[in-house]
């Protein structure tokens, strides 16, 4: 397999990659209409909303009243928090709608901010807790909790590194719960904790859930859409380090979770942001997901269900977990100390590049210490990677300058065979084994890229880091497609020559066509890919280019005598 032949494969092997990704996200963005609802726990008796668990945990003795909760739904107004990086509009149960202040939705001014939950009933999603009991009343995420101060409206003040928003419950039993969201400075993680204090004379026995529901969104697919390509739906992680994930596609189809675990955490991800409920690290819990009936539709729902509490008359306990709010920043996470919880930023929808994506953004972001710049970063990769495979390239255009020098004496054989190719290829093998030429040395410096291009568009694709980020002139957004088609023309007119200098021993027309014709196949397609991704590209061919420049004038300058 000589370089041409290497590169033919190579880039209608890349087509057909993106080709199949179009085609897989099409034929999976929307659920199946013929679904039947698949709850993990009974509905609750005389709750209105299905989706409120039962507590499996929860040990029922004989003639004790079935599990439930707060039948009164609260009627008070929801409450505003405002800190430096969100504004959440919550009550006691819910989490009704939470903006991203410092995320802007386009590069627009005055855009409006990126909105990760909304009551909207035909968008709705929200982050839901409430507690379900088999031993008398008990709050749910529908009502119960009323504030618990006169405050509508909370701010972090200057120089403050928190707030704290309280609510309390009181049950009928003597049973009082007192709930306190806390933000913090420049955090995305709201501290959510249950103070349990019991006044009654009989014990109290319950279970706290957490869930995150959520209508699946209709996604515009293809290459003008490359959001399309990141993954939707829910992900779980458990104390045994199992990673898991269901698209919204397939929640009505995939049998209900159902796994039991001590810490972990269950979240809903999307495009560049995800949201997660985070339990204590050292609380059992069971995670579950569910497909409701909603409407036309359904909901989607992830839950979480604590241990059994059992609070005694005049006792109390506290339960605390975390709810995470935000963009998938890696330092951010990592700062959160949850093991597993970097999986939310997924790299790759089908797995197998993770680990080579996660690599070359820990590489990126080395480089973007230095630069300040994600442009010139991305340059900077491309000139490490070149850096790294310098001996297999400098094989492999040494290889094809020799090839291009021989090849009058390759057309004289190709003459002299005529149509007996068999004859024509042992003869032009013997030539390149008496002038050891290596035919297959364009190979692996190609093949190489392939993986390598691949990470990268998940890196571009996934990362938030590189949300919106410019480079210069022209490019405000190295992961939207370039507005004026420039990188991609350079990139088409760095393959036209490219191959100007690639030899085509022994190449018939048909394939000479193709060749001809590559270049802009990849020109239509690369334009509507991130901009950032062609930049990789294009740097990388002129690289290329200027490497096989000086070996063609090294090595292959005069032709081999027929």
Known sequence: ??????????????????????????????????????????????????SIPTAPAVAASPGAPAPSVASTPSTSPPVTVTTDVLRVRLDGGAVRSAELLRYPQTTAPNSPRVQLFGD?????????????????????HE?????????????????????????VWTGPNGVTIRRTYTFQRGDYAIGVRDEVVNHGSAPWQASVYRQLLRVPPQLQTGFTHPESYSFHGAAWFTAQGKYDKRKFAKYGDDAPLNAQTTGGWIAMLQ??????????????????????PAGAGHQAVIREIGPSVSVPAGGHAETSARLWVGPKLVDKIEAQHVNGLERAVDFSSYGWLAWIAGLLFAVLSFLHSIFGNWGWSIIGLVVLVKALMFPLSAAQYR??????????????????????????????????????????????PVLVQ??????????????????????????????????????????????????????????????KK???????????MFAFFPAGLVLYWVTNGGLGLLQQW?????????????
């Open 1 to 50: 397999m000589n370089q041409t032949r290497t590169f033919l494969i190579f880039a209608w092997l890349m087509v057909a990659t993106f080709l199949w990704m179009a085609w897989d996200k099409e034929h999976s963005a929307t659920p199946p209409a013929t679904t039947t609802a698949a709850a993990i726990a009974s509905p609750t008796p005389g709750a209105s909303d299905a």
């Open 120 to 140: 909207d009933p035909a968008h709705l999603f929200e982050a839901q807790s409430g507690w379900v009991s088999r031993t008398g009343p008990a709050p749910s």
């Open 143 to 167: 009502g119960g909790f009323v504030p618990a101060e006169p405050a509508r409206s909370y701010a972090l003040a200057d120089g403050a590194q928190r707030v704290d928003v309280p609510f």
């Open 271 to 292: 495009h560049h942001f995800f949201t997660a409920w985070i339990p204590g690290a050292n609380d059992p819990s069971t995670f579950s997901t569910a497909w409701l």
């Open 399 to 444: 290889s094809a300058a020799k090839m291009r020098q021989f090849q009058p004496r390759i057309e004289q054989l190709k003459e002299r065979y005529g149509d007996d190719k068999q004859k024509f290829q042992l003869a032009m093998m013997e030539l390149y084994k008496k002038e050891k030429i290596n035919p297959v040395g364009g190979c692996l």
């Open 450 to 511: 392939m993986p390598v291009f691949l990470s990268l568009y998940w890196v571009l694709l996934e990362s938030v880091e590189l949300r919106q980020a410019s480079w210069f002139g022209w490019i405000h957004n190295l992961t939207a497609p370039d507005p004026y088609f420039i990188l991609p023309a350079i990139n088409v007119a760095v393959m036209v020559a490219t191959q100007k200098l690639t030899p085509t021993p022994g190449m018939d027309p048909t394939q």
């Open 514 to 524: 193709m060749m001809q014709f590559m270049p802009m196949v990849m020109g239509v």
């Open 550 to 562: 000086w070996m063609t004038r090294r090595y292959g300058s005069a032709p081999a005598k027929a």
